[in-house]
């Protein structure tokens, strides 16, 4: 039986993606596991791939304990799904008509504008500057929208989906309009479809950097109403911190010295990871997709 170097090239490549699949997913078992493991058996045995004396002490302490200050976490959620949803929709209602119109040959100003949104992509104004014109001149602190509103649009994204666009023939465009299609329908009709693949990796970049986005909390948000989930458990890791020193001199949380501060601690990366690691199950599809090419109609 003869072996050609293209099956013995599929197989090295198979190996290494079953390698790469089981360092990427090995870690995450890992934390899963730790976060239900008791803290003894995680002090005593270290991590496992499976829970040790299984116990959902972490949860219950991170959900309504002491070390949480009530269940604040539902709330929270939703504060970030809004952050995240919101986020995601302005920016795709933004960034996609600024591609399409930076990606047509016949837009008259739109060497203008490159220009006009490049300079402020190389020249940033800095954090003191974007501080006060955030919190004073627009009036956002300790507002849902300071969340929302400052990300709403990226240029870095509408120059990336541009150059997708301006791969599309012009036939497609030509054939549009001799079916009587204004701009408006040959951006929905033609060129998203087209560009499919891409507007879902860009939503899902927006997805995971808002999701994940902690700094503007701590900038602007000193009610605790409006918090997002990843502001919300880096509070409860400092308050970790500061009762285990309390605990160590003696203090007043003392009667704490079960609290479960390792497991507390994979708990958190569980609830902060796990949805993200759901919507990127459904995005991947969209990563390995190419732009469909179909026939021009004449």
């Known amino acids: 039986m003869k072996i050609n170097d293209k099956e013995v ?56 304990g002491m070390v949480s200050g009530g269940s604040v976490i539902p709330r929270a959620y939703m504060v ?28 008259r100003w739109k060497k ?48 990336m989906l541009r150059n997708f666009m301006a791969k599309i023939d012009d036939g497609f465009i030509e054939a549009a309009k001799i079916d009587g299609a204004s701009e408006f329908k040959i951006l929905t009709k033609v060129f998203l479809p087209l560009t499919k693949p891409y507007v879902a990796v860009i939503a899902m970049r927006t997805m995971l950097s808002n999701w994940n986005e902690w700094a503007p909390c701590m900038l602007y948000m000193s009610d605790d109403r409006y918090i997002t989930i990843q502001r919300y ?22 009667t704490m010295e079960n609290l479960p501060s390792e497991s507390l601690r994979m708990a958190i990366c569980v609830i ?11 995005f991947q599809k969209y990563f390995v997709k190419g732009i469909a090419v179909g026939g021009i109609k004449g």
């Not at 991590?47 to 949860?59: E, G, H, S, V």
């Not at 006009?116 to 006060?132: E, Q």
């Not at 509070?235 to 003392?254: D, Q």
């Open 9 to 64: 090239m599929h197989a090295f490549a198979s190996i290494c993606l079953i390698l790469l699949a089981i360092i990427c997913i090995v870690p995450f078992l890992m934390v899963i596991s730790a976060s239900l493991s008791s803290e003894d058996a995680l002090l005593f045995n270290g991590y496992n791939l499976y829970p040790q004396d299984f116990t959902l002490k972490a949860y219950e302490e991170l959900i309504g």
């Open 80 to 107: 970030t799904i809004w952050n995240t949803v919101g986020s995601t929709l302005l920016m795709l209602c933004t960034v996609t008509p600024a591609g399409y119109a930076l990606s047509r040959k016949n837009y």
């Open 112 to 159: 203008l504008v490159t220009y006009y949104w490049l300079i402020p992509m190389l020249i940033g104004a800095g954090g003191v500057a974007n501080y006060i014109h955030i919190s004073r001149t627009l009036g956002l602190r300790n507002s849902i929208w300071v969340l929302l509103l400052p990300g709403g649009f990226s240029a870095w994204q509408a120059f």
């Open 233 to 254: 458990l880096q509070k409860i890791l400092a308050n970790i911190s500061m009762m285990k020193m309390a605990l160590m001199e003696g203090g007043e949380f003392a």
């Open 272 to 282: 902060a990871a796990a949805p993200m690691v759901c919507l990127f199950m459904y």
